[in-house]
């Protein structure tokens, strides 16, 4: 498998804390950074063909990777290719990264991407759980959903073939698409963005970013994997560990921020046995006092 990759782009036991929003994790075995869909296609089949295991990585937004790393092969998905079509759709490789894309749309007059501003995220991270957005503003006062601009999907099948597909292929759900069912990678991704106009998606992106600095820890001075626990229709997760007593708990470096109960930071030091030991304090102090399981919304990487 080794010799069948890019040999300059190869790493041996590369940390990965870097590459991941929580600044948590232990080592890959071999860490690759795959540049255009061909190469991704090319990393993910290499390594299915020699039965190593593997991990697509986008930003490392929505993952906690245990601290003894991962034995394996991590590829980072850097392809980011794009093209404007005149029609308003909009082809791009699936590591491109959204708070650059955004820009680049809202600047062309295309809307549709903007609610998403803020929000560290790759496209195929974005694919992969249905991005979503509750916009704050009184007019909007809706989620908006990923797979409403969504036109088709150019896929690595769990199967090996290389095939585009529709949303009806991509069961999108709230945090979940058929990528968490089934071993597809996606490559690259074609959205169908409207004509709009720019002082209003200006509005939009800066009423949105104004709510997240408010209401969120802020990533730069928090490192954080977003929302922990997968929300609780009509309860709110956050709500029930702010209720417990919660906020600003520790374990070691790891700490429920003040700020979401629902958002755990790392403070500078944090382990991944220090974020599931007070997964594991939130979970039980909920369900004693409310009867409420709280389930992880992150994805578990690699030994813990
Ligand atoms: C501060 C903060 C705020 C956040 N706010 C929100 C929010 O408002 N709304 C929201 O929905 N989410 C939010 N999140 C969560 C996170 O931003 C999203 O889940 C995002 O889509 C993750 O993208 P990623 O590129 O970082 O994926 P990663 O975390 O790198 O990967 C997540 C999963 O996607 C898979 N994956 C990645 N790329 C591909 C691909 N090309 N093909 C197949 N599978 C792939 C990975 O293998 C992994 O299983 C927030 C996170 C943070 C840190």
């Known amino acids: ?66 601290d003894k790393g991962f034995r394996g092969l991590v590829i980072r998905n850097t392809s980011h290719h794009l093209q404007f079509l005149e029609d308003g759709r909009l082809w791009v490789e699936s590591g491109a990264i959204m708070a650059k894309l955004i820009p680049q749309a809202v600047e062309r007059g295309w809307s549709g991407l903007e609610h998403y501003v803020g929000i560290p995220s790759t496209v195929g991270g974005a694919v992969w759980q249905n991005l ?50 089934q071993r597809d990678v996606a490559l690259a991704v074609t959205f169908r963005l409207e004509p709009g106009d720019k002082a209003v998606m200006h ?28 929300k609780i229709e009509g309860v709110g997760a956050g709500r029930l560990i702010d209720e417990v007593g919660l906020k600003g708990f520790r374990h070691g470096d790891a700490q429920i921020s003040h700020i979401h109960a629902n958002i755990m930071v790392n403070l500078g030091k944090a382990t991944a046995k220090d974020v599931r030991e007070l997964i594991a304090t ?18 578990f990487i690699g030994e813990f």
């Not at 948590?24 to 063909?49: C, M, N, W």
């Not at 509005?203 to 922990?228: T, V």
């Open 282 to 299: 939130a979970q039980e102090k909920v369900e004693k006092r409310f009867g409420y399981h709280l389930e992880p919304e992150i994805g």
């Open 1 to 66: 498998m080794v010799a069948r990759l890019d040999a300059a782009r190869l790493k041996r036991d590369e940390a990965l804390a870097q590459y991941t929003t929580f600044r948590i994790g232990g080592p890959a075995d071999l860490f690759y950074d795959a540049t255009s869909t061909d190469d991704l296609a090319g990393a993910v089949t290499a390594a299915r063909e020699t039965e190593v295991d593997y991990f697509v990585l986008g930003l490392g937004a929505n993952i906690l990777v245990g």
């Open 132 to 181: 979503h957005f509750l916009s704050p503003a009184p007019a909007r006062e809706r989620t908006m959903f990923i797979a409403e601009v969504f036109e088709s999907a150019e896929l690595l099948t769990e199967r090996g073939k290389r095939q585009t597909v529709d949303r009806d292929y991509m069961q999108f759900g709230y945090d979940t698409s058929t990528l968490h069912k």
């Open 203 to 230: 509005r939009i992106m800066q009423e949105n970013l104004s709510w997240r600095g408010a209401k969120h820890p802020w990533l730069e001075y928090h490192p954080s994997a977003g929302s922990i626990f997968k």
